[in-house]
């Protein structure tokens, strides 16, 4: 419940009235739904944004008109807001607003009648093998940092895991007899992922040399630590991966989902079943898997365009 420890800490973004109507309606959607952290913080983001507006006119979110609504959303697009994100907050406002209707706060959702950005679903950005090898070899493993960011990057790819599920991945959940590790995904559902030797040699290396060099005597269930001896954030992880993918003289566009749409797709592209990968991925619903049929259809028609003599 860790949004929630964020919540109480945080100073209000909003009207400590317009706050206890946000937290009200996260503390049920935690109870209904399970969702995670990261979620729940960005329901939390886009609520105080549109707050925020509604005190500078004079309103409140429970105040507010469709009108308001749509000057808002349009504001946000002026000012460069991409489709994708005014997607999601249209989403969050609808459920705040629907949640308010059904605990009889409001009679009518002033986000009812208002239509969510069409997105079209491109292709995950995926690296080749070759630039896979060169991310893994980027860190210095004479290091401390240098040997618990190898075997950082191996278990990401090995297992395809989130960026948020490797720096929260506790030392219990890694089974290295067995070489697996037990991942605790979004909605709170858990899923066994095999790791492959190899991420079990760099994981078994970097217990066994840097960890405790590290953590100096402290205690943390976190596998991964930083100098500190606490758990490393999701954002001084991909700064890490920015750096060594700089390194590694990689050229494509790169996010933190990378490494794991690359493993997607090369289990693919090296036979792997679908319903096998929506396993290992996480995934509630085999169409968010079968998005990477479409990434290994079109490596194979370049590599026929390219190779073939009639291509």
Same mark, same amino acid.
Request: hydrophobic residues 40%.
């Given at each position: 419940?860790?949004w929630?420890?964020?919540a109480?800490?945080?100073?209000?973004?909003?009207g400590e009235?317009?706050q206890a109507?946000i937290? #009200?309606?996260?503390?049920?959607l935690?109870?209904?739904r399970g969702l995670?952290?990261?979620?729940l913080?960005a329901?939390?983001?886009?609520?105080?944004?549109l707050?925020r507006?509604?005190?500078q006119r004079?309103?409140?979110?429970?105040?507010a008109t469709?009108?308001e609504?749509?000057? /808002?959303?349009?504001?946000?697009?002026?000012?460069?807001?991409?489709?994708?994100?005014?997607?999601r907050?249209v989403?969050?406002? *609808? *459920?705040?607003y629907?949640?308010q209707?059904?605990e009889g706060?409001?009679?009518a959702?002033?986000?009812a *009648?208002?239509?969510?950005?069409?997105?079209g679903?491109?292709?995950?950005k #995926?690296?080749t093998?070759h630039?896979v090898e060169a991310l893994?070899n980027?860190p210095?493993v004479a290091?401390?940092?240098?040997?618990?960011? *190898?075997?950082m990057?191996e278990?990401? /790819? #090995?297992?395809?895991?989130?960026v948020s599920?490797l720096?929260?991945?506790?030392?219990s959940?890694?089974?290295?007899?067995q070489?697996?590790?037990?991942?605790?995904?979004?909605?709170?559902?858990?899923r066994l992922v095999p790791?492959?030797e190899v991420a079990?040699?760099?994981?078994?290396?970097?217990?066994?040399?840097?960890?405790?060099?590290?953590?100096?005597g402290?205690q943390?269930?976190?596998?991964f630590v930083?100098?500190r001896?606490a758990?490393?954030t999701?954002? #001084?992880?991909?700064?890490l991966?920015k750096r /060594?993918?700089?390194?590694?003289?990689?050229?494509?566009?790169?996010s933190p989902?990378t490494?794991?749409?690359?493993f997607?797709t090369?289990l693919l592209n090296?036979g792997a079943?679908?319903?096998?990968?929506?396993?290992l991925?996480?995934h509630s619903?085999l169409s968010?898997?079968?998005?990477y049929?479409?990434?290994?259809?079109?490596r194979l028609k370049s590599?026929?365009?390219?190779?073939?003599?009639?291509?």
């Amino acid at each position: 419940m860790k949004w929630r420890i964020h919540a109480m800490t945080d100073k209000p973004q909003v009207g400590e009235s317009q706050q206890a109507v946000i937290e #009200a309606f996260l503390d049920a959607l935690w109870m209904e739904r399970g969702l995670s952290d990261n979620t729940l913080v960005a329901y939390r983001t886009d609520l105080q944004g549109l707050g925020r507006c509604l005190a500078q006119r004079g309103s409140t979110l429970l105040d507010a008109t469709r009108e308001e609504l749509l000057s /808002y959303l349009a504001q946000r697009v002026n000012n460069g807001a991409r489709a994708r994100s005014t997607a999601r907050l249209v989403s969050s406002l *609808r *459920r705040f607003y629907q949640y308010q209707v059904r605990e009889g706060r409001l009679q009518a959702d002033p986000s009812a *009648r208002i239509e969510t950005p069409k997105l079209g679903r491109g292709l995950p950005k #995926a690296l080749t093998e070759h630039d896979v090898e060169a991310l893994l070899n980027a860190p210095a493993v004479a290091t401390p940092l240098g040997l618990r960011d *190898r075997a950082m990057l191996e278990v990401l /790819y #090995a297992c395809g895991l989130r960026v948020s599920e490797l720096v929260g991945l506790p030392v219990s959940q890694v089974n290295l007899r067995q070489g697996v590790v037990r991942v605790l995904g979004k909605g709170a559902k858990e899923r066994l992922v095999p790791m492959g030797e190899v991420a079990v040699e760099w994981i078994e290396s970097y217990l066994a040399h840097s960890r405790a060099e590290l953590i100096k005597g402290q205690q943390s269930d976190a596998l991964f630590v930083t100098q500190r001896g606490a758990g490393m954030t999701r954002q #001084a992880f991909w700064q890490l991966v920015k750096r /060594y993918a700089r390194q590694a003289d990689i050229k494509v566009d790169f996010s933190p989902h990378t490494l794991r749409h690359s493993f997607a797709t090369h289990l693919l592209n090296h036979g792997a079943d679908l319903r096998a990968l929506q396993m290992l991925l996480g995934h509630s619903n085999l169409s968010t898997t079968q998005l990477y049929t479409q990434v290994a259809r079109e490596r194979l028609k370049s590599v026929h365009a390219a190779h073939h003599p009639r291509g």
